[in-house]
């Protein structure tokens, strides 16, 4: 009997040890990277620059690490999985998506959540598949998650990822730059990672600049306060740019209700509440800044879905995707894409504008 419990006890010990030795793994390997990282923009733009007066058109699209089909399910949203389902799976998303967006021959792109070398991807390369995708860009890359081993759910395990925001331009991108933004200081910010937008820097021809701000912000285990903080941030550098006489247009996921109404227009029943279900705080937005809703349908369609079980119509959906200008940008037009999400959990959305002379 003796022996007997000393083996449960050596057992449970084991375990323990283990426990505590993955959580001071997690916790010792956390870092962030640095704030005002410079990005290295890599050649392929087809011009020189942009023209104040001519019409050009940008979209932006989180493509969700290439996992989401419409019937994928996500752990962290209530669902089952945690990892795209096969390699053969990623690739057929990414191609998806360079198939819907490549058809609008835009001039910029903005992408979210591209995974370089991460374990839910099969460590895929999403930013060269882009890229081979698009060819005659100059790109920016800004690193936006790169989180140790994540050993949930135990059966599959999210495992580590490395992901980021990258921008597309025709016209040749002159320097980039990662801006860390706020995340939670608690134990959540093991699931949020580590938050950043992107400014990438286009010449135009009267001498200022386009400036183009790449965003995805928090989701999971980030609070009221925390978002605040992210937008302060972000809207201060988007106001000193334009103070300064230069363009302005930053778009990406904003993970909050961009109408501040979408999730009661497009499912009008009980909804749990959740950070990125609440409405986007408009009273943040500083002068001289537009939030871009004006749709050219004249119709609420959504950005985003609850993966919490595979889509259908009718389940939950809004809008979290969007665009914001400085007031010398001219709009003239304005689209959420609808995919179905069949590629991604999010849609993309396009846009035509002007720079004002």
């Given amino acids: 009997m003796k022996k007997w419990l000393k083996g449960i006890l050596a057992v449970l010990l084991l375990i323990v040890l283990i426990v505590v030795g993955y959580v001071a793994y997690v916790f010792f390997t956390y870092d962030r990277i640095p704030d005002n990282v410079a990005l290295t923009p890599e050649a392929g733009g087809t011009r020189s620059a942009v023209t104040p007066g001519v019409r050009y058109s940008i979209l932006t699209q989180n493509i969700g690490f290439g996992a989401y089909t419409d019937d994928f399910t996500f752990f962290m949203d209530g669902g089952k999985e945690s990892r795209a389902r096969s390699p053969e799976s990623v690739e057929d998303c990414l191609n998806q998506a360079a198939a819907t967006l490549g058809a609008y021959a835009s001039d910029f792109i903005l992408f979210q959540e591209v995974d370089t070398d991460s374990t839910r991807s099969f460590h895929m390369d999403q930013y060269a598949m882009l890229k081979d995708a698009f060819p005659g860009y100059s790109t920016t890359f800004a690193e936006n998650f790169h989180s140790a081993y994540l050993f949930w759910p135990l059966l599959e395990p999210h495992g580590a990822s490395k992901a980021g925001v990258t921008t597309f331009s025709r016209a ?18 093991l699931f949020d990672l580590d938050r950043c937008y992107s400014i990438s820097r286009v010449p135009v021809s009267n001498g200022k600049e386009l400036v183009l701000f790449n965003v995805h912000l928090s989701a999971y285990g980030a609070g009221a306060n925390i978002k605040e903080q992210q937008l302060v941030k972000l809207f ?47 009273s943040l937005i500083p002068a001289g800044i537009t939030k871009c809703v004006s749709y050219s349908s004249g119709k609420i369609q959504p950005t985003a879905r609850d993966c919490d079980r595979p889509y259908k119509p009718g389940n939950f959906t809004l809008i979290v995707d969007g665009f914001f200008v400085s007031e010398n940008v001219t709009v003239d037009y304005l689209e959420n894409v609808q995919t179905g999400f069949t590629y991604s959990d999010h849609c993309p959305v396009y846009m035509r504008f002007t720079l004002n002379d």
């Fill in 172 to 189: 040749d991108i002159t320097s980039g730059l990662r801006r860390s933004i706020p995340i939670s200081e608690s134990f959540s910010k």
């Fill in 236 to 282: 201060g550098d988007m106001s000193a740019e334009y103070e300064k006489g230069n363009y302005v247009i930053c778009g990406g996921d904003f993970n909050a209700d961009w109408t501040g109404d979408s999730r009661k227009i497009l499912y009008p029943y009980d909804y749990p509440e959740a950070g990125w279900t609440m409405p986007f705080p408009d």
